[in-house]
Every structure is written in C-alpha cells, then in structure tokens.
C-alpha cells in the first residue's frame, strides 16, 4: 500500500509541477518609455519586453499610442524581437498622459492584453494617426477579453484524472506479490 500511494504522490506532482508552465500567459516586465515616464520630448518607439518570446504573425500584435485628446500617434504596425514587441510612434502633439494599449500573442497562444502610461511635459509639433479602422484592435482590453481566460480547464482535470488513475493501475500491477 506504501508503494501504492508513493506513486500516486509522485505523478500527482509531476502532472501539477508540469503544468505549470503551460498555463502561464506572457508578463510585462519592462517597457520604454517606462510606466509613469515624464518625458520632454517624445519617443520615436515604443518597446514592451516581455518575460518569455512574443509569437510573431502578421495582425496577432497590436500596440497604439492614444494622447490625451484621444487622438492616436502610433506610426505603423508592431514588429516582434524575440521577447519585445516594437511599435513607431509618430511626433507628438499635446503635452499630457499618453497611454500604449497593447494586445500580443503570448508564446502559449492565448492573447494578452494590457497598458502603459507616460506623460508628455512639453508640447509636440507632430500630427496625430487615423484611428484603427475596420474593427482593428485598438490594444485597450475589451470586456470580453478582460474576462476571457483562455483555454477551459476540463482538459487540464480529465487529463489529471487520467495520470492518476494510470498510477494507481500501473503500482497495483507492479507491487502484486509474484505466486
């Protein structure tokens, strides 16, 4: 019975231990222009570094920079290096909080939405963008998104069951007394 449960424990970490990672969402760990930046003149990019590679694709990545007029100042399509994603920024116009919305493709394929805010001290001489147009991502979080999580998790606990039981079985078979 020892071994029985020795091994029940054993894959009962194994599949927790491992699955792990396979749920884990790419995380923000830095950006430039930093959070909460004061800055006098503004950036000709704006880089968000996440903690693990961002999945490039054409259309999966999308990065606007909105002023505080509302007005959109992102220059182009997002670009992805390794685990950044790149995106130009026009020059900007009023001084205020701007505010980088992003959505990327995290390396375990599900979405990944959220923002970054810097201020503007001084006012720019720039133009601002066209506004996303044909139901494009502006990068804000939508409310479904926001409640969104991704993959169901049946998969994950038919699959636990399905480990636990093959232990069991597999002890029972390997620990019987040979007659």
């Not at 999308?62 to 182009?76: E, I, L, M, Y």
């Not at 479904?144 to 606990?157: A, D, V």
């Amino acid at each position: 019975m020892r071994r029985l449960l020795t091994v029940g424990a054993f894959a009962l970490v194994a599949l927790v231990g491992g699955a792990a990672p396979a749920l884990a969402h790419n995380v923000l760990v830095g950006s430039d222009p930093a959070e909460g930046a004061q800055l006098s003149a503004g950036p000709r990019e704006v880089r968000l570094t996440f903690d693990q590679p961002v999945r490039a694709g054409e259309s999966y990545n999308t990065v606007n920079v909105v002023g505080p007029d509302g007005s959109f100042w992102a220059d182009g399509p997002a670009r992805v290096e390794g685990n950044s994603v790149v995106a130009p920024v026009r020059e900007l116009g009023p001084a205020g909080t701007y505010t980088v919305g992003y959505r990327i493709l995290s390396s375990d394929g599900h979405p990944v939405p959220g923002k970054v805010t810097f201020t503007l001290t001084a006012p720019g001489k720039g133009t601002p963008a066209p506004g996303p147009q044909g139901g494009q991502s502006t990068g804000q979080p939508s409310d479904q998104e926001e409640q969104s999580g991704g993959m169901p998790i049946w998969p994950w606990i038919a699959g636990a069951v399905l480990v636990v039981v093959l232990g069991l079985v597999l002890a029972l078979r390997l620990g019987k007394p040979k007659s």
